[in-house]
């Protein structure tokens, strides 16, 4: 019999591991493979997956989430296989883990523990260091004292609370819990300046461009996609959570049109939900943009599995930030961005069959092959992106202030100036833009008055409209 697992880390190492799940109603998994998303998870953790052991339920046992018998069963079935580790495809509490634990004698990893160990592994910012290690810190305190078990040994059966028991178990479960809480209220600090930060580049980024968001599940093709569209550089890989950071470059779409385009972090079932409010800066590049590219690996048998959880961690991210403009006393202007999907790895399909089911289910996606910048879908992609950014072309024939630089410079970079003459205080510029540049424009109040227009008294003359003070707010921010 092996000697129990101290826990003395929750990090996953390089172990003979087996899977373990409890299949309840409400279960979200794909049925063709039950274990297939969590083998991946834990061989990019660094596991030898030697087992895999499920059982169906109602309802979740309380003291040990799957039944007692089924624990046994988990017990022998990892003495058989010499595995040293089991890896719950779920969330276990403290007292659950600590309880399995003392059953299958072996280290207890739960779905969230995983995760966390694989973006600890990842992280290469410091934004994604302190966003891992909040999250982690967060993950840690509530189970300190189970991963403190082993010093209960020390000081017999009776554990840490009778009398005569105190020891340096106790001790050193008070200072650690000190340690972390005083830890975790440095990260606290020193992370929210770094959000602030990127709010504020966010916001003004929104303001100055049109914004694009890449988003879809790990591993969907997001940051290949990326790079084929721009000369990102960004780091691809075939794995999991190789992408932890956003990274924003500038993408022409052509027709003298440029537009800011971000690959951020990909999206997974069941995410910690500690692990997405310490992320929550780097999601907001979702969330304020103008429009979102959703990349889907429509090769892989869980596509529809993944399209719905990235759908629905998108909605409850735009809840929760119009939650957040409701208690900074900002109206929610319930604008949400237009979404584009996007079938990647088609090249890896045997047939198109699947592709003309979503193509007839999801009408207005766009087949891609990331791998291959040529591919007629990525020219597509761009020439949706064009008239999204444009909102619709209008012929003008406008005055402008000669000390309006900014308004003149967005003229000619963001749309197609025909002719210009030059006046005392003003120069005429015929010019052909796009119409959400120049709402854009107005709502920033650019001092320009459109020619052959009365509508307010003066012959040839508009006035621009100012924006409402909650924009012009939110555009501050």
């Not at 998303?37 to 030697?50: C, D, K, P, R, S």
């Not at 022998?76 to 403290?94: E, G, K, Q, W």
């Not at 020390?154 to 479960?173: A, D, F, N, Y």
Request: with cysteine; hydrophobic share 40%.
């Amino acid at each position: 019999m092996p000697a129990p697992k101290e826990r003395s880390t929750i990090k996953a190492q390089s172990e003979r591991a087996v899977l373990a799940a409890v299949r309840l109603p409400d279960s979200n998994y794909d049925a063709r493979d039950p274990f297939g998303e969590l083998t991946a998870l834990a061989e990019q953790a660094g596991a030898i997956i030697v087992g895999t052991l499920e059982q169906r339920l109602d309802r979740p046992v309380a003291g040990t989430y799957m039944g007692t018998g089924k624990v046994k069963e988990l017990r022998a079935l990892c003495d058989r296989l010499d595995a040293s580790m089991v890896i719950f495809d779920h969330d276990l509490s403290p007292r659950q883990m600590a309880n399995i634990e003392e059953v299958v004698e072996r280290k207890i990893v739960d779905r969230s523990e995983l995760i966390l160990d694989i973006f600890a592994s990842r992280a290469t910012t410091i934004e994604a260091q302190l966003q891992v290690e909040l999250a982690q810190l967060e993950y840690t305190y509530p189970r300190l004292r189970a991963m403190w078990d082993h010093l209960e040994r020390i000081v017999g059966s009776g554990g840490m609370t009778g009398i005569g028991t105190r020891g340096p178990g106790e001790q050193q479960l008070e200072i650690d819990r000190r340690l972390a809480q005083r830890r975790r209220l440095a990260l606290q600090a020193r992370l929210a300046e770094v959000q602030a930060r990127k709010r504020r580049m966010v916001a003004q980024r929104n303001v100055d461009h049109f914004t694009v968001g890449i988003v879809g599940y790990t591993n969907a093709g997001k940051s290949t996609l990326f790079n084929a569209l721009t000369a990102g550089g960004a780091y691809a890989d075939d794995r999991l959570f190789a992408t932890l950071t956003t990274r924003t470059r500038e993408w022409d779409v052509g027709g003298g049109l440029r537009v800011m385009l971000s690959d951020t972090v990909g999206f997974v079932r069941d995410l910690p939900h500690n692990l997405i409010a310490s992320f929550r800066a780097t999601l907001e590049e979702a969330t304020h943009a103008n429009l979102l590219l959703i990349v889907l690996d429509v090769s892989d048998p869980a596509a529809e599995l993944h399209y719905k959880t990235v759908t629905e961690t998108l909605d409850a991210l735009f809840d929760e930030a119009e939650a957040a403009e409701k208690r900074d006393g900002v109206t929610p202007t319930g604008r949400r961005p237009e979404r584009i999907l996007l079938l990647n790895k088609v090249d890896r399909l045997r047939d198109n069959a699947a592709l003309l089911v979503w193509q007839r289910t999801h009408p207005g996606c766009i087949a891609v092959c990331a791998r291959e910048p040529g591919h007629p879908g990525v020219a597509e992609v761009a020439e949706r992106v064009r008239a999204a950014a444009q909102g619709g072309e209008l012929d003008l024939e406008l005055d402008v202030e000669l000390t309006d630089s900014r308004t003149i410079d967005t003229l000619e970079k963001r749309g197609r100036v025909v002719s210009r003459t030059y006046g005392p205080g003003s120069v005429r510029m015929k010019v052909r833009i796009g119409r959400r540049q120049f709402d854009q424009l107005r709502s920033l109040g650019a001092r320009m008055k459109i020619v052959g227009d009365e509508a307010d008294g003066r012959p040839g003359w508009r006035s621009p409209e100012p924006a409402p003070a909650k924009t012009r707010a939110r555009a501050k921010r």
